[in-house]
C-alpha cells in the first residue's frame, strides 16, 4: 500500500508531529532541545514555512505550521528532521547506529478559527499535561514561553497567528481541555483527517484529496442476508 497523502498547500495550517523511533528520547538534556530549535530556525530560513506555535518534548515534537508555497511544510520538515538526525549522530559520534524518528512526521489541516485555537492550545500545554512542568508557560521549549518572553528569544521562529489571540491566553493553556477536544485532536493526529466545523473537514478532504482520512478503517461490515 503507498502512502497516503499529505495535504501542504500554501496558506493552509497544519499540525505536524513526529516521535523518536519506538518512542525513545530524541533530546535527552537542555542542550539538545536548543540545538533542534536552531534547526527550526536554519529551516526557516531556507523554506517557506511559518511557525505559528510548537513544543518540543523528549521524544516528540509538535509544531504548528504554515506553508507560503505549496510543499512548503514537507520541504521544511524533510529537511529538518534529516539535519537533527545527522548532526545528533555526529554529535554522539553514533552515525550509522539507526533511525532516530520513527518515519515521516504526520499532519493533518486545522481551520483558522476556533478550531486553530483549540490545536495551540493541546500542543502549548502538552508538558504541563504531561507533568514535566507546574505550568505550562515553565516549559522553556515551546511557543507559550517564547511569545511571553521579554526581550524575544532568539532565534525568533514565530509568525503572528492569523486570527486574534483571546485576553488571557496563558491562563486559557493552562486550563485542563475537555475531553471532547483532547479526543478530536488526537483523532486527527492518528488519521490525518482535517480538524474543523462538521462541514469543513468533508470539504477540504474533497479539495486536497483526503477522503480516506475521514472513512473507517478496516473491511466494511457484512450485510446479513435478508
Known sequence: MGRPKRADEAGGIYHALNRGNSRA?????????????????????????????????PNHWHLVVRPTADGGMSDLLRWVTLTHTMRRHAHRHTSGEGHIYQGRFK????????????????VERNARQAGLVNSAEDWKWGSLARWLAKPRRKPDLLTPWPI???????DRV??????????????AIRRGSPFGDPDWPQSIARRLNLDSTLRPRGRPKKVAPG
Open 164 to 170: 486574534a489571540r483571546p485576553g488571557r491566553w496563558k
Open 174 to 187: 493552562n486550563q485542563a481541555m475537555s475531553k471532547k477536544e483532547v479526543d478530536a485532536v488526537r483523532h
Open 107 to 122: 499532519s493533518f489541516p486545522v481551520q483558522d478559527d476556533g478550531h486553530f485555537l483549540v490545536v495551540c492550545r493541546y
Open 25 to 57: 528520547a530524541i533530546f535527552d538534556k537542555p542542550d539538545d532541545f536548543d540545538a533542534f530549535q536552531r534547526i527550526l530556525a536554519e529551516g526557516l530560513s531556507r523554506y517557506p514555512c511559518q511557525i505559528l506555535a510548537y513544543q518540543l518534548m
